[in-house]
């Protein structure tokens, strides 16, 4: 059974990076035909997808944050990693990893997610 | 992109049916039949029940279905359950390998 944790600070102070990992155990993340990817959900707000990464380090982000945003893919650790750089208290959030496969359009299935707060 | 819209809350009885909406535009819910929905119970991870605006994934009860017309998205729960209680959310691929997602819907088994 395929399951992903996500881990890491809980409280960035503003400008600083946010910078979360997510652990995946029952399925090894370099088997390929797989996109890993992050989520996210402010508040009293939408869902928002933030991008992905592929096991080949192609990667691909929302409009709105890819020239804030990484994610990248660690083999050997079996995780994979978002970072957000110049946050503000706008990124406060909680941040879910998923997975998708190639050739479909869901994500299945999710970890259970992370809050994030931004403040000073 | 903007999110798509769905009602803030549904209510309904156990063993009633209840219906809830997913509108978005042209450019996304209109435009592809990659709809999929997904049940939150919080503290748990968010669990795919409707793909591809209509398949269920196995093992998620044929009293979950899911329809499309025009810009709007539908999840039907029908005999609902009290387990059935939760958060629900859409979400269309729009274009250029990027997704949106609907703010959400409480549903409360009364």
């Known amino acids: 059974q395929v399951q992903l944790q996500e881990s890491g600070p809980r409280l960035v102070k503003p400008s600083q990076t946010l910078s979360l990992i997510c652990n995946v155990s029952?399925?090894?993340?370099?088997?390929?035909?797989?996109?890993w990817t992050w989520i996210r959900q402010p508040p009293g707000k939408a869902l928002e997808w933030i991008g992905y990464s592929y096991y080949n380090g192609r990667s691909h982000y929302s409009p709105s944050l890819q020239s804030r945003a990484v994610i990248s893919l660690d083999a050997s650790g079996n995780q994979f990693s978002l970072k957000l750089t110049s946050v503000s208290p706008a990124d406060t959030a909680v941040y879910y990893c998923a997975r998708r496969y190639w050739g479909s359009w869901y994500f299945d299935p999710w970890g259970r997610g992370t809050l994030v707060t931004v403040s000073s | 992109q903007s999110a798509l819209t769905q009602p803030r809350s549904v209510s309904g009885s156990p063993g009633q049916s209840v219906t809830i909406s997913c509108t978005g535009t042209?450019?996304?819910?209109?435009?592809?039949?990659?709809v999929s929905w997904y049940q939150h119970h919080p503290g748990e991870a968010p669990k795919l029940i409707i793909y591809?605006?209509?398949k269920r994934p196995s093992g998620v009860p044929a009293r979950f279905s899911g329809s499309k017309s025009a810009n709007t998205a539908s999840l039907t729960i029908s005999g609902l359950q009290a387990q059935d209680d939760g958060d629900y959310y859409c979400s269309s691929y729009a274009g250029n390998y990027a997704w949106v997602f609907g703010g959400g819907t409480q549903l409360t088994v009364l």
């Open positions: 591809d605006v209509n």
């Open positions: 042209n450019s996304d819910v209109g435009d592809y039949e990659y």
């Open positions: 029952g399925f090894s993340i370099s088997s390929g035909d797989y996109y």
